[in-house]
């Protein structure tokens, strides 16, 4: 159980660190917490972001996370909404740690 | 049916088995078929009620539905007013009021948007895998066009209104006729699209004039980054696509190098191009060869080009008029000035535009006798060659994309708590320009600038967003418009100058 547990910290944790900076980037670095987003929103029709702004993303995640992402990892699947988003960047930690 | 529907089915009789369009996964409609699908979609839009001159909005991103659309719509002598695929209501409400829109056809992602806006269900037959969605508009019956057109396209205009340049279909036939015939395009043309066809660069110079000459369009993912460029190449195999300026700066700053792909040509318009940049883009994928291009919507839109096949005056030009097309200089008389004198650009071209839809006084301000003015500035060369030096119009463009500091200005205006906005252009490394706003409060301390950003993400086109906001005690005295707008562009102090970058990526850039 405790296992379990942890992984859910570590989940939530992620998913948090991934809204705050998609929240970041949504406010062009103007500080604020008057989004909450739910994992079905699209970045690009639902949010209105555009594609330097995702890799603005892609850069801050790289910076938050401490990892390196390849070119080759940017599919355009894993950008179309903020659930598929944190899906990606939880598998990528995941592959990071193994 | 119009002359450019004509020619369009010419060329799906000519090429039957040819494909004419591929997709992202690989589905290919070829032209025998391609002509069935829009016939049988432009029957189903006589059914519901779509009737000749027309104004029906296509509403959708680059694919299959929005040519299939397209032609539809030009099938059955409406005239297609192209939408921007990430307007927002702000633009939507704006483009339904002042292009009298009949009838919205928008693609399955787009219903929600329009539905939203309008609240008005959308009609969606499953004619197609994924289908269009039709949606009656308010448009009024009397329409203001003093002329046949074929094509409306919404350009962000000055104060609370948008300007429609209208094209007719011989205009637009003539200009990509002139431009496919200056780069001898043919049927073994293969052309990446990863600008939008809502804008006249993708339209005209890509989507009509490979359509007419048989070639196959290969549609880019709906969202690109430039660190794809190279894969997306290698996958799709395009002889020639087109790109705005920044857009190439970034492809050539994720990208050391671009070797054995078979993309031949690149073209290059919509912003300034910096010749420093062609320069390097040279260097670093040296096997391809560069087309850069001046135009504007207003002018169909190609006016000149120039391959860098031609030696020097590629270094120093843009090239000459496309076949039909003229240009003179003129001083601020209007008389016409020497080759090498500085001064506004005019062009005269069987190409150019019946004028801005339903409106009189900004159509004749640019138009007279046959020529058009730019609000660019350049020079001839005794050779005929163009040089452009700069603008003298109020617009800022971002991507590639023409903005107007007044029509964000209105829309700032409408946010509750600014008392008063003002907007202007500033270069910045990413989007070539950047849109920054100065905003007073009507009450100091009560707005912030999420607030705003809040207002302008739920309901502006993403193009539209300022990149900056700067909340301030007040703006200059006699604050006006253009000329303050220069002279505070020029001297603001602004706060260590904020680079927008692109962190790892952009690092390359320096």
């Known amino acids: 159980m405790k296992v379990s547990h942890s992984i859910l910290v570590a989940r939530s944790s992620v998913r948090e660190t991934v809204h705050a900076i998609i929240r970041q980037v949504y406010f062009k670095g103007h500080s604020s917490n008057a989004i909450s987003f739910d994992d079905s929103d699209t970045l690009l029709l639902k949010l209105g972001l555009d594609s330097l702004e995702i890799i603005q993303i892609v850069v801050a995640i790289e910076k938050a996370f401490k990892i390196s992402i390849d070119d080759e990892e940017l599919q355009t699947a894993n950008f179309k909404t903020v659930g598929s988003l944190t899906q990606w960047v939880q598998m990528l930690l995941h592959k990071t740690k193994r | 049916m119009n002359a450019l529907y004509r020619l369009f089915k010419d060329s799906c009789l000519k090429h039957p088995i040819r494909p004419a369009v591929r997709e992202q996964d690989g589905a290919v409609i070829r032209y025998g078929r391609l002509e069935e699908l829009a016939s049988s979609a432009a029957d189903w839009l006589t059914e519901s009620g779509v009737t000749a001159g027309q104004h029906v909005a296509l509403f959708a991103q680059n694919g299959i539905e929005f040519i299939i659309g397209y032609w539809a719509i030009q099938k059955v002598s409406a005239v297609a007013v192209l939408v921007p695929a990430f307007s927002k209501s702000w633009d939507l409400e704006r483009i339904q009021e002042h292009c009298d829109i009949d009838h919205w056809l928008a693609d399955f992602s787009r219903r929600s948007v329009l539905e939203d806006t309008f609240s008005i269900q959308t009609l969606a037959p499953r004619w197609l895998s994924s289908p269009l969605c039709l949606m009656h508009g308010c448009g009024n019956p009397v329409k203001a066009n003093p002329q046949p057109i074929a094509v409306i396209l ?9 300007k429609g340049v209208t094209l007719d279909a011989d205009s637009l036939v003539w200009n990509a006729q002139a431009y496919a015939n200056d780069l001898h395009l043919s049927e073994t043309e293969k052309a990446l699209l990863l600008l939008p066809m809502t804008g006249a660069f993708a339209h005209t110079t890509q989507m ?20 794809q460029f190279a894969h997306l190449v290698q996958r799709t195999q395009p002889t020639i696509t087109g790109l705005v300026p920044s857009l190439y700066r970034k492809i050539l700053a994720s990208l050391p190098k671009l070797a054995q792909v078979p993309l031949q040509r690149l073209v290059l318009a919509g912003e300034p191009i910096d010749q420093a940049l062609v320069h390097q883009g040279r260097q670093q994928f040296p096997g391809i060869e560069i087309i850069k291009a001046y135009g504007l919507s207003e002018a169909g839109p190609r006016v000149t080009q120039i391959s860098s096949a031609k030696g020097t005056a590629f270094d120093d030009t843009l090239g000459r008029p496309l076949l039909g097309a003229r240009i003179k200089i003129v001083n601020d ?14 062009v005269a071209s ?16 640019i138009m007279s006798r046959g020529w058009l003015r730019t609000g660019d500035i350049g020079q001839l060369t005794k050779e005929g060659f163009l040089i452009v030096l700069g603008r003298s ?3 800022i463009i971002k991507s590639g994309y023409n903005v107007s500091p007044e029509e964000i200005e209105a829309f700032l205006n409408t946010i509750p708590g600014v008392r008063e906005a003002m907007v202007f252009g500033r270069q910045n490394n990413v989007y070539g320009e950047g849109i920054i706003a100065h905003i007073v409060a009507s009450k100091k301390g009560t707005l912030g600038g999420s607030d705003i950003l809040s207002q302008c993400r739920a309901r502006l086109a993403p193009i539209k967003v300022p990149d900056e906001i700067h909340l301030v005690d007040a703006l200059p005295d006699n604050f006006n418009g253009k000329l303050v707008r220069k002279e505070v562009r020029a001297h603001w102090p602004m706060p260590d100058d904020r680079e927008i970058t692109l962190g790892r990526r952009g690092e390359k850039e320096a």
């Open chain 2, 154 to 162: 919404p350009t962000s205009g000055t104060t609370g209104r948008l």
């Open chain 2, 208 to 227: 009509l004039a490979h359509l007419f000459t048989g070639g196959e369009l290969i549609f880019g993912p709906e969202l690109f980054m430039p660190q």
């Open chain 2, 333 to 346: 008389q209007g008389r016409s000035l020497a080759p090498g004198e500085t001064g506004e650009i005019c």
């Open chain 2, 350 to 365: 069987p190409s150019l535009m019946k004028g801005y839809y339903k409106d009189p006084e900004h159509t004749h301000a």
């Open chain 2, 393 to 395: 119009k109020n617009l």
